[in-house]
């Protein structure tokens, strides 16, 4: 190599200062990304935007027979399919979305490999699809409100909270899954299984009034069980007992694992190259 010619070698900010602004530098490419994402999810399918109706309607029939015929769970004076489409708004906004970005980091190895820009900007966009998704089965509640002739509490201007809530957490387990993804492959495999137990653990079929007292704080660990509650509250208002405790667990740990999911891709994030 000549004397006079210099190495160039790019990599991120190693402060957080500096991190922060090559993702405003870098914020075409997060346009660009989220907007292809969008394509290929609604136009590379038979019935397009369609799968985000069908998907949660035929979850809800499910669980509707399933725990309101025939295991005959209480729901109130809330009409069970209701109750359980207002808790697949939370869970699937976060099961799409996890699914997506646990594998974005794979699944652009050509990106990463040749250029640099922030990797968190994959991750992060591979959210927006699950969040028109949650848009669009939010405009399908709206319908089944009409449907059902059920007026929901003046609270509901307060399920954006909880959907932060939500981002937040689903922001923490994209970071932290994405990476380990890079380095053991085998998550590829365990997130679908995850999601899957997750459903059933969370209390998406069902009210987490049938939870006995002395298993809720345990079952309050859960962190979708405080934001799944809450959606459940700000819709039904006074109709819907909300434990406060799973509320306030649900917010630590969904910004706890923000910050460790956070902390832990930005300690991997520069060897993304060599292993990915």
Not at 29 to 48: A, C, E, M, N, P
Not at 183 to 210: A, E, T
């Amino acid at each position: 190599m000549d004397n006079s010619e210099k190495l160039v070698i790019i990599e991120a900010g190693k402060k957080d200062r500096q991190y922060l602004v090559d993702l405003w530098r870098f914020r075409e490419l997060f346009y660009f990304l989220s907007w292809r994402d969008i394509k290929v999810r609604y136009k590379q399918t038979v019935i397009g935007v369609a799968w985000s109706v069908i998907r949660p309607v035929l979850t809800m029939i499910i669980f509707t027979i399933i725990f309101g015929r025939l295991a005959k769970l209480p729901a109130g004076d809330i009409p069970y399919p209701i109750l359980v489409f207002v808790a697949l708004l939370p869970w699937q906004f976060f099961a799409n979305a996890i699914q997506t970005s646990s594998n974005s980091l794979v699944s652009n190895a050509g990106m990463i490999s040749k250029i640099y820009f922030p990797r968190i900007i994959m991750p992060t966009s591979s959210i927006i699809v699950a969040l028109i998704d949650f848009l669009i089965s939010f405009a399908i509640l709206i319908v089944l409100m009409f449907v059902y002739r059920f007026v929901p509490n003046w609270t509901i201007v307060l399920t954006p909270l909880f959907l932060l809530i939500s981002i937040c957490l689903t922001l923490g387990v994209g970071f932290l899954i994405s990476s380990l993804n890079v380095k053991y492959r085998d998550f590829q495999h365990i997130v679908p299984f995850i999601v899957q137990l997750g459903l059933y653990i969370s209390p998406v079929g069902f009210s987490s009034n049938v939870v006995p007292i002395r298993w809720k704080l345990i079952y309050s660990l859960n962190p979708m069980v405080g934001t799944i509650d809450g959606f459940r509250w700000a819709v039904f208002g006074e109709k819907s007992d909300l434990f406060l405790q799973s509320v306030i667990f649900s917010i630590v740990l969904s910004i706890s694992m923000l910050f460790l999911g956070y902390w832990y891709f930005r300690k991997t994030e520069k060897s993304f190259a060599d292993k990915i």
